[in-house]
């Protein structure tokens, strides 16, 4: 779909017009052509219309979408709201043929008529399932790599069904889909499904709407997230502006909340400044800046690792439990090293010294349906460490008298005799320390 009508709502053009722009920028990014129509009103608001009226709810959203039919086009919404105001209709008037025609009744004094024949799409969805994480992740100039986001779906992108029919309303996976194809570890936490609890502050019910914020903005700090991303007007005011409350009363949470598009933008090459991202309530600014790190940090690494393998594995943890040392020893955890890595805690990682449990095995790697593994990562990991002296002294004892005899032990004579075995012919020890000799001059 690469012209569509786009209903940006109320909310959006109101209070967060840097989140207009962003989307903006990525429909042109993915060569979209979203026109405006003139005569759209409020999609309507389910709280605070349909529980006053229900058929002007459902007379107001049709004439909106009428609006759009009549220039034979599709529309793509970017509010949750919005979007489920339409599924709603849409599936209720589909169904309900005695209030359809009392509505178009209705829309006939101004010349309009629905016939709910038009695909409404979320902006998520249409990134998901219209473009696609592939042609998402062919845009990124410059990746996330080693970032750690968290996402909020919001109720509305989700449910009721059948109205709403697009991932799993219980267990969705699409928006983390573009998040991953942005180069980003996507970091689950236990209220990733509740409601943001924006709607009881329509309602007057501020304190619940306060604590609905504290908890899921405390449990995405804890699961040391960067980032908390939205793809809902509503959910980004409540943890955005909500989350400012808060920390005017010097309550301890400070979590970055990007909408989709903020993220998709910043990966595609605009700049903060660009998009507006300094009219946030909560800085994103540490955001930015571990992301500048990390660029550096995917620098240092590249020169040692395949950094693409490496993000690929954190991600997966799939072996988690399987190396057989974490049966005997606990205290190792190979995928928390490699964890460590994609954080930027080499030096942390070669210091600590878990790294010399590893028994290169390679159970991980048969295990491994990728078949990626870590033992070659924590060879490379124990060849960093004793070029740094952070080996164990057994290691570098034993390389000695490898460099100086081209053997680990020496031979019993003795018992070899006692076996009836005969004499070794002379090792070629000196000569492969001539071989392995850096300075060896003829």
């Known amino acids: 779909m690469k012209e569509f009508a786009v209903f940006w709502g109320c909310t959006i053009p109101a209070r967060f017009p840097f989140i207009e722009k962003a989307t903006r920028l990525v429909f042109g990014d993915l060569g979209a052509s979203a026109r405006e129509l003139p005569g759209h009103t409020c999609c309507p608001e389910g709280v605070l219309v349909k529980s006053n009226d229900e058929e002007a709810f459902y007379t ?178 409540q943890f955005d502006l909500n989350q400012a409350a808060l920390r005017r009363n010097r309550e301890d949470v400070n979590v970055p909340v990007l909408y989709l598009s903020e993220l998709i933008a910043l990966t595609y090459g605009h700049s903060p400044e660009e998009i507006g991202l300094d009219m946030h309530r909560v800085s994103v600014q540490p955001f930015l800046d571990k992301w500048e790190a990390r660029g550096a940090d995917r620098e240092r690494l590249a020169t040692s690792f395949d950094v693409a393998m490496l993000a690929k594995c954190d991600a997966c943890q799939a072996c988690k439990d399987d190396c057989p040392v974490c049966k005997v020893d606990p205290t190792f955890q190979p995928t928390e090293i490699v964890s460590a890595l994609v954080r930027g805690e080499l030096d942390q990682v070669l210091e600590d010294g878990q790294l010399w449990k590893c028994l290169e095995c390679y159970t991980c790697q048969e295990m491994c349906h990728s078949r990626i593994g870590m033992a070659d990562t924590f060879r490379k990991l124990k060849e960093l460490a004793t070029a740094e002296g952070k080996g164990p002294d057994a290691v570098s004892a034993a390389y000695a008298t490898f460099r100086k005899t081209g053997m680990l032990g020496s031979p019993k004579e003795s018992a070899r005799r006692k076996l009836g075995l005969a004499p070794l012919p002379e090792s070629g020890g000196e000569s492969l320390a001539r071989v392995l000799d850096d300075d060896w001059e003829e």
């Open 60 to 237: 107001t959203a049709a004439r909106n979408l009428a609006l759009i039919e009549k220039e034979g086009l599709d529309v793509v919404t970017p509010c949750n709201g919005c979007y489920s105001t339409f599924k709603e209709t849409w599936s209720h008037l589909e169904s309900d043929w005695r209030d359809r025609e009392r509505v178009n009744a209705r829309l006939a004094r101004e010349g309009l008529h629905y016939d709910g024949r038009l695909k409404i799409t979320h902006f998520a969805e249409w990134l998901a399932d219209d473009i696609g994480a592939g042609v998402v992740a062919g845009g990124v100039k410059r990746n996330l790599w080693g970032m750690r986001i968290a996402v909020h779906y919001g109720c509305h992108l989700l449910r009721p069904t059948p109205a709403v029919n697009w991932d799993d309303p219980l267990a969705p996976t699409k928006v983390e889909g573009i998040v991953s194809a942005l180069g980003a570890s996507v970091v689950d936490y236990p209220s990733k499904m509740q409601c943001c609890g924006n709607a009881l502050d329509r309602v007057g019910e501020r304190e619940g709407s306060l604590a609905f914020a504290r908890r899921k903005l405390l449990e995405v700090q804890a699961h040391d997230a960067d980032a908390l991303v939205v793809v809902c007007p509503s959910c980004f005011q």
